[in-house]
C-alpha cells in the first residue's frame, strides 16, 4: 500500500490485507490464552506501568508479535499502541496501525471472559480497518471501511432501538445516572435495560456495532488503542462514537486520550445527547 492514496484505494488495499491481518491476530490470540485461568489469577507475570496500571507478560508478548507483523504487512506505516513507547513520526504519516494487545488487562489477568485484541489501520487519520477479537467467546469482529462489519463472517447491524426507554445501556454508573437524569420526562426516568459493564471497551463497543447493546457510555481517559478499531466497527454498522455533544470521535492526534464518549446507533444519538447535556 503506497504511503499515501486517495480514500478508496486506501479501502481496496484494505481489503486486500484482511486474510493475513485474520491469521495474525488469531496468531496473536494463541500467545495469550495460556496465560489466562477462567475465573481465576492469569499465570502471567504482571507488573505496575507508570500511573499504576497493570500489564502482563502476554500483553507485551502480543504487542511485540504484532508489531513485528503488522510492520512486515504495510511497511510504510506508523504505529501506535498502548505498550509500545510512542513515536511522533505517527502524525506525519498518512497510514497507522493503532494496535491493544490486551484491552482489559484487568479482565484477562483476573479471569474475567470479556478482554479482546484491538487492531485498526488509519488512512488519513480515519480507520479504514478495524479488527477486534474476543478469544475467549471466540467471536472476532471485521470492518472494512465501505464494505460493511461482521462478526464470525456474518454481517452485523446496530440495533433499531429508537428510545432510551427500554434500551440497553452500559457504562459507568455516574454516566448511566446522568443519561437517566436527563432523559427523565415529568420526573419519570427513561425505563432503560442496564447491561453489566463490559470491561473492555472494544468489545463494549462492538457489542453495540452486533446489536447486543443500544447505549455504549465510555468515562473518559480511553485512548485511541481502545477505540478506534471497534468505533469503525461501529460506523460501518449503523453508528458510531461521538463524544457528548454528538462530535465524530478523531484519531492519531498529538494527545491520544479522549473525554467522556458515547457508543450507539445513529437513530439513538439525539436523543441520548440531549439526555446527558441535560442531565
Keep these: 500500500m503506497p504511503a499515501t492514496m486517495t ?31 477462567a475465573g481465576e489469577q492469569t499465570g502471567a507475570r504482571i507488573w505496575s506501568k507508570a500511573g499504576g496500571s497493570p500489564v502482563t507478560e502476554a ?4 504487542d511485540t508479535f504484532l508489531k513485528i507483523r503488522l510492520s512486515a504487512l504495510l511497511p510504510a506505516a506508523a504505529w501506535l499502541s498502548e505498550e509500545t513507547a510512542d513515536d511522533a513520526l505517527r502524525l506525519k504519516a498518512d497510514l497507522v496501525w493503532i494496535v491493544d494487545p490486551i484491552d ?19 488512512s488519513g487519520g480515519q480507520p479504514v480497518l478495524g479488527f477486534v477479537h474476543a478469544p475467549v467467546s471466540g ?64 468489545l463494549r463497543v462492538a457489542r453495540v456495532a452486533d ?45 491520544p486520550v479522549h473525554g467522556s464518549l458515547i457508543a450507539l446507533p445513529d437513530g439513538l444519538r439525539a436523543q441520548t445527547v440531549d439526555a446527558l447535556e441535560r442531565g
Design 211 to 255: 446489536g447486543s447493546i443500544d447505549v455504549g457510555l465510555v468515562s473518559s481517559d480511553a485512548r485511541d488503542w481502545d477505540l478506534a478499531g471497534a468505533d469503525l466497527l461501529l460506523r460501518e454498522a449503523g453508528g458510531s462514537v461521538s463524544d457528548l455533544s454528538g462530535r465524530p470521535t478523531t484519531y492519531n492526534r498529538t494527545d
Design 59 to 62: 500483553d507485551v508478548a502480543v
Design 7 to 37: 480514500p478508496d484505494a486506501a479501502q481496496a488495499h484494505a481489503q486486500a490485507l484482511v486474510p493475513a491481518l485474520r491469521e495474525a491476530i488469531r496468531e496473536a490470540a494463541g500467545l495469550a490464552l495460556p496465560f489466562y485461568r
Design 104 to 122: 482489559g488487562t484487568r479482565a484477562f489477568l483476573t479471569g474475567h471472559p470479556d478482554w479482546s485484541i484491538s487492531v485498526a489501520l488509519l
Design 139 to 202: 467471536h472476532f469482529y471485521e470492518a472494512v471501511a465501505g464494505f460493511g462489519a461482521t462478526r464470525n463472517g456474518e454481517p452485523i447491524r446496530a440495533s433499531a432501538q429508537a428510545t432510551l426507554a427500554g434500551a440497553r445501556v452500559t457504562g459507568p454508573k455516574p454516566m448511566m445516572d446522568r443519561l437517566a437524569r436527563g432523559g427523565a420526562r415529568d420526573g419519570v426516568k427513561p425505563d432503560f435495560v442496564v447491561v453489566e459493564r463490559v470491561p473492555s471497551l472494544a
